[in-house]
Structures are given as C-alpha cells and as structure tokens.
C-alpha cells in the first residue's frame, strides 16, 4: 500500500475523476462542448463530489473510509470558492479516495464505484 497524505491522493484523485466523468459523458452522447462542461461540473464540484461520496460511502470498506477522513481532516489553505467549508473537505475526502484506489492499482474496485456515481 502506498502512504501519501490526503492532500497528495486528492490532486491526483480530483484528475482521474474528472478524466472518468468526461470519458463517460461523452461515451453517453454528450458532443456539445458546453453540454459537456455543465454536465461535468455537476458531478466534479465540491457538491457534487460530496453527493458521489455519499452515494457510495455504504459500500466502501474500513480503509478506504480511513482515506476518505485522511482527505477530509487535511490541512489545506485552499478552500472552494463556491462550496461550504464543510462540503469542500468532504469532496477533498472523495478525492482522496479516488486518488488511493488508482495509485494503489485497485482499477476495478474504482471503476465499480465511480460507475455507480454515474
């Protein structure tokens, strides 16, 4: 298992969510550059990342609801511009999740969750 802190799984979580989420709107019909960018900010903003979380906090297992608070309770001096502060570190907590599950090589269990969300 890889060790990086919640901050590092979620750059590089919030960069494989939004290539998964662009990948599958336009394998769902969506062509229209603006239809594609409303749609993909639905489910990559703050919000929508702590709704995706939400969808699929019952099925994730102790350790990866364990990365999901390393994400959630980090130290950031970023904050979201159009988010509470209390959805941003939820979203930041998914985005770690994201972030663990591809760096560790499980691709099938993220592209069960992340296809869930969708």
Not at 65 to 75: A, Q, T
């Amino acid at each position: 298992m890889l060790q990086h802190n919640g901050l590092t799984l979620a750059y590089i979580g919030d960069a494989v969510y939004e290539t998964f989420v662009r990948q599958k709107m336009i394998e769902q019909g969506h062509y229209h550059v603006d239809v594609l960018h409303q749609n993909v900010i639905k489910l990559t903003s703050a919000e929508g990342q702590a709704k995706a979380l939400n969808q699929i906090k019952p099925m994730l297992s102790e350790t990866e609801l364990s990365i999901v608070k390393r994400g959630r309770n980090s130290d950031s001096t970023r904050r979201a511009k159009n988010a509470s502060l209390q959805t941003y570190k939820w979203a930041t907590g998914f985005e770690a999740l994201v972030g663990y599950l591809y760096l560790n090589d499980e691709k099938e269990r993220l592209n069960d969750l992340l296809t869930k969300i969708i």
